[in-house]
């Protein structure tokens, strides 16, 4: 029977075990954030088990503790397996709060762990010295992946890495990436042009990938990142340098078989 | 005919496509969703129309692009017929037209059919 559930992101875990636990209850709690799952298992308020994977004991809880998302559900009554927790519930908690408060700084530079990192182009002003983890962490770092991301790639809980990113940025080693106001557009690749040049020569001479440079620049766009939904505009614009019209329409027909292939 | 039509409908955006005479009546074509006969022979007279007026007085109307608020039409002028393509708003029209341009061009090598043309082919107007 499920009495209590709801979101991580409004209901820490810290705060669900004070409640289970002041509350004396016994049961399961199940925990899952995208492909992870974890379970915590509760003897009249005291925690005794503690599951994620292949991890049990008292790490598994630290580390569901660093989850920043996931949703929850207790299942009162479930009984456990075993027995893999000996550290005092209370000093669970205690460290669970020392890492909230500490989650209170973090949580200003990372809000979510959808937040993606970048180095910083001045770097920090003096010397550094980094901690292997550190050093495994800013590897990691690449402009793309976000915190969630690296912490799957490392096996860390997402606390964790926060935490030493949030050190790497406050050391001006890293800087938080600005989010993009709009979904990246969809873009073509340079095999596109290679084609369109080709067959553009083919019709126009040496002369043709310099009007199909200007064609692109006209339409406010370069070849590095053209986006898709301009490809028959482009396709229309360069057609229209042809003056032999058989030949524009050959051309045309051959590009729009290569447009239904994009 | 069917051929030519069945192209240029396979672009994104558009809602059908159709022929007809200098007077506006359907010569081929079928109505898409939300249109019967009626109504596209009405845009064809109402197409037909705005061409006359438009070479009255000297503007081309070889091609033509009219987009409404809630649609658009892409007119081609056949010279013994009419082309008029039925498209949403958001439809890549430079991809419409240059898929136009083929099948026209195919339309015009296609003997049957411009037998079919020249057998409705009327004074425009």
């Known amino acids: ?262 | 005919m069917k051929k030519s039509l069945a192209e240029i409908n396979g672009v994104m955006g558009v809602r059908g496509s159709f022929i007809c005479d200098n007077r506006g009546a359907v010569i081929a074509g079928d109505a898409p969703p939300g249109l019967d006969a009626e109504m596209l022979d009405a845009i064809g007279r109402e197409v037909v129309q705005m061409m006359v007026a438009l070479q009255s007085a000297g503007e081309p109307t070889g091609e033509l692009d009219l987009q409404y608020e809630r649609g658009g039409l892409v007119v081609r002028d056949l010279d013994t017929a009419i082309l008029i393509v039925l498209c949403q708003v958001q439809t890549d029209l430079a991809l419409l037209r240059m898929t136009i341009n083929v099948a026209v061009a195919r339309l015009k090598q296609d003997k049957a059919a411009q037998r079919q043309l020249t057998a409705r082919a009327v004074e425009r107007g």
């Open chain 1, 1 to 262: 029977m499920k009495v209590l559930t709801g979101n991580l992101a409004q209901l820490s875990l810290v705060d669900i075990l004070k409640l289970l636990s002041s509350g004396r209850q016994t049961g399961r709690l199940d925990l899952t954030a995208g492909p992870n799952s974890g379970e915590i298992y509760l003897q009249d308020g005291i925690i005794v088990h503690a599951v994620s994977g292949v991890q049990v004991g008292e790490d598994v809880i630290y580390t569901l503790m660093g989850w920043m998302e996931g949703d929850f559900n207790f299942v009162a009554g479930a009984a456990p397996s075993e027995q893999s927790v000996t550290i005092p519930t209370e000093q669970l908690l205690l460290e669970g709060v020392r890492r909230a408060e500490e989650w209170g700084d973090i949580k200003s530079m990372i809000p979510s762990t959808g937040v993606i990192f970048r180095l910083s182009p001045s770097g920090s002003a003096g010397a550094v010295s980094l901690q292997p983890e550190e050093w495994q962490v800013l590897a990691q770092v690449n402009g793309a992946r976000d915190v969630a991301e690296i912490a799957d790639e490392l096996g860390q809980d997402e606390f964790t890495v926060a935490r030493w990113l949030y050190g790497l940025t406050t050391a001006g080693l890293l800087e938080v990436m600005e989010k993009p106001t709009s979904p990246p557009r969809a873009t073509i690749n340079g095999g596109f042009f290679g084609r369109l040049d080709s067959e553009f020569t083919e019709v126009m001479g040496p002369l043709a990938p310099l009007i199909v440079d200007e064609e692109i620049e006209a339409l406010g766009e370069t070849r590095e990142s053209f986006p898709r939904e301009k490809v028959a505009a482009l396709v229309e614009r360069v057609s229209a340098e042809i003056g032999d019209e058989q030949k524009r329409l050959r051309f045309q027909q051959i590009m729009l078989e290569m447009l239904k292939g994009l």
